[in-house]
C-alpha cells in the first residue's frame, strides 16, 4: 500500500525490535500519587518485581501529609502481599501533584582532625560543626583558610 504513495517501507532488523522498558520505583509513585489507576503492572511488571513495598513508604515519607497513611500500612506491611500494599496505598494516600524530594549524599567529606581544628575554631561541638558543613554555612574557601590559621592539614 505505501508503495503506491512513493513511500519505501522499513526493513525492521531483529535487533531494532526493542523490548518495552520494565516499571521503575517512580512509576509506581507516579501511580500511587497521581495516576490512581493500580493496575500500571499488569502489562511490563505482572509479578511486581521492582516494586520494593519499603522503599516506596520511605519516599511517601518524606512528606508529612502522608506520615498518617505511612504509619498504618507500616503496621501491615508484613501481613500484605507486594500486590495489596501496592492497591492499599493506591487507595489510601490522597491524589495530588507533588514532587518529593528525596535527601541525597553530602558530598563534602571532611576528616574528624578538620571537624576538631573547626570545632576549636568556632568554640562549639563536632555536631554542631557537621552541621554547619550540612547547612553550607561554611564554604571550602572558609575551611581552608582556617586550617592554615592551625597550621594547616
Known amino acids: 500500500?505505501?508503495?503506491l504513495f512513493g513511500v519505501k517501507e522499513k526493513k525492521v532488523k531483529e535487533d531494532d525490535v526493542k523490548e518495552p522498558k520494565s516499571l521503575t520505583l517512580f512509576n509506581y509513585l507516579t501511580d500511587i500519587m497521581s495516576?490512581?489507576?493500580?493496575?500500571i503492572h499488569l502489562e511490563k511488571d505482572p509479578n511486581l518485581s521492582s516494586f520494593d513495598t519499603f522503599m516506596i513508604l520511605r519516599f511517601l515519607s518524606y512528606d508529612e501529609?502522608?506520615?498518617?497513611?505511612i504509619n498504618v500500612i507500616n503496621g501491615f506491611q508484613d501481613n500484605l502481599t507486594k500486590e495489596e500494599a501496592y492497591k492499599m496505598l493506591v487507595?489510601?494516600?490522597p491524589k495530588t501533584n507533588k514532587f518529593l524530594k528525596?535527601?541525597?549524599k553530602n558530598d563534602k567529606d571532611i576528616d574528624n582532625e578538620d571537624i576538631?581544628?573547626?570545632s576549636k575554631y568556632f568554640q562549639c561541638?563536632?555536631?554542631e560543626v557537621e552541621d554547619f558543613i550540612k547547612l553550607?554555612?561554611?564554604?571550602?574557601?572558609?575551611i581552608e583558610k582556617i586550617m592554615m590559621l592551625y597550621g594547616g592539614r
Open 91 to 93: 487507595l489510601t494516600i
Open 65 to 69: 501529609g502522608y506520615l498518617p497513611f
Open 116 to 118: 576538631n581544628l573547626l
Open 1 to 3: 500500500m505505501l508503495k
Open 102 to 104: 528525596f535527601p541525597k
Open 35 to 39: 495516576g490512581k489507576k493500580g493496575n
Open 136 to 142: 553550607n554555612l561554611i564554604d571550602k574557601d572558609n
Open 125 to 127: 561541638s563536632n555536631y
